[in-house]
């Protein structure tokens, strides 16, 4: 009886902590930009990034997780010995936590997913060898680091192009402003909630096809730019017109502020529903093979532990978060609101995109991307490289480090345990 509640406390422990490097780390995909381009202040994105985090995690985060990230390790080696799976399951929550809490130190956005993915892959090595491992999916692992960057990248540029020629190039900024926001705010609403409807609502009972779906987030979408439409339209061109050059650009880039937050809104909820299944996960399977004691591919996640995953991100968020969200928002390259709207949007549309694809891709990695192609529209020079060259260093190097943290702390579990 002593040595399970050990086991249950280290994996509430670890579980919760891993959590939190999650929330200090990760969160700076979705709120970063804003922080960047000042369309919210730093206090009002820990606020507004802890409450859609906290929201996704709880209300759409996964009721039924993978036992084992993403089919990596296979989990029939540990049939007969189950209690090495969890001691390898704590190793891979505790290994990945650490590398996220470096990366978060030095201000690096990581993918978390790659760090856990990277943690179980150093314990099923340790335990089991070469053979436990499925190699075929790390080599979709490694294309991710390419594909999702440069979708991100292309998809982003284009948008703020798009913004580029159709209202700062034009002799009245705001009034082509007020044309173009109707019909971005649909796009935006439509891609959100395609992408929020079509596989987010299967985690609460609601499954939709396709066709279905369209059609919900075309009419969200069209109530949205109808309100946007009426929203704009208050603002006077003629008083606007006789107005400096400068002020002009000033009111623009504020009605892409709102814009801007909405999607930043989105892809915070959209992670908090996603991403809490890093920690969640090998909690779960934890709880489930103690109590149980047997394996199982998928587990159910109790609510509790759900709760559990939403606390330590939104924890995360309000005490280290700031670190790699100044990462994103300031030092790659100079954004501002509509600048922030481009990379979010590019973002959001790749990942859902990929998603529907079957592609493995990393959040982080396809905001970063989609940073770099705003950042590209004013030419190269814009682009800070030297931190790029961290950022891309620490992509490499998370699966190895992850996975040689969780290979030591396997060790020292094993022993003591």
């Known amino acids: 009886m002593d040595s399970l509640v050990v086991i249950y406390s280290l994996a509430v422990a670890f579980g919760f902590y891993m959590a939190w490097n999650i929330g200090a780390n990760d969160v700076a995909n979705a709120m970063g930009t804003s922080v960047g381009s000042r369309s919210l202040t730093l206090r009002q994105v820990i606020i507004v990034a802890a409450i859609f985090e906290f929201l996704g995690a709880v209300l759409v985060g996964s009721s039924v997780t993978q036992t084992i990230q993403r089919g990596i390790v296979d989990i029939n080696f540990f049939a007969d ?8 399951m ?18 690096w956005p990581v993918s978390t997913t790659h760090s856990i993915i990277g943690a179980v892959i150093g314990f099923g090595l340790i335990a089991g060898g070469p053979d436990v491992i499925q190699w075929n999916r790390i080599g979709q692992i490694v294309a991710s680091w390419f594909v999702s960057p440069i979708a991100g990248l292309l998809i982003s540029l284009v948008m703020f192009m798009f913004i580029q020629r ?7 900024p705001v009034r082509q402003a007020k044309r173009v926001t109707p019909y971005l705010t649909f796009l ?10 079509y596989k987010g609502l299967n ?22 730019a109808l309100f946007a439409r009426n929203l704009v339209n208050k603002i006077p061109d003629d008083t606007l017109n006789r107005k400096g050059f400068g002020v002009k650009f000033t009111i623009v880039e504020k ?15 959209a992670h908090g529903a996603n991403d809490v299944a890093n920690a969640i996960g090998p909690l779960a399977a934890i709880v489930t093979t103690v109590q149980t004691g047997i394996l199982q591919t998928q587990v159910a996640v109790p609510f ?62 396809t905001l970063v991307g989609s940073v770099i192609g705003v950042g590209l529209a004013g030419g190269i020079g814009s682009i800070n490289m030297n931190v790029l060259k961290g950022i891309f260093l620490s992509w490499f190097i998370t699966l190895p480090a992850a996975g040689l943290m969780s290979i030591v702390v396997f060790k020292v579990l094993t022993a003591i345990l």
Request: proline share 2%; glycine share 10%; charged share 5%.
């Open 81 to 88: 010995s189950p209690e090495i799976f969890v001691y390898g």
């Open 90 to 107: 704590l190793a891979a929550l505790l290994g990945a936590a650490l590398w996220l809490q470096m990366a978060t130190i030095v201000g």
């Open 166 to 172: 159709t209202v700062f190039a034009s002799e009245s």
């Open 188 to 197: 935006v609403v439509v891609i959100l909630c395609l992408s929020f409807t």
């Open 203 to 224: 985690n609460l009972g609601l499954y939709l096809t396709f066709v279905q779906a369209m059609v919900i987030a075309a009419l969200l979408g069209l109530a949205a």
């Open 255 to 269: 009605i892409f502020s709102y814009l801007q937050i909405l999607t930043a809104c989105y892809v915070a909820f």
């Open 304 to 365: 509790w532990v759900l709760v559990l995953g939403g606390s330590g991100i939104v924890l995360g968020v309000a005490t280290m978060g700031y670190k790699v969200i100044e990462t994103i928002g300031t030092k790659i390259t100079l954004l501002t609101p509509s600048r922030g709207f481009a990379a979010t949007f590019g973002a959001a549309t790749t990942v859902l995109i990929c998603s529907k694809m079957g592609l493995p891709i990393s959040t982080t990695h």
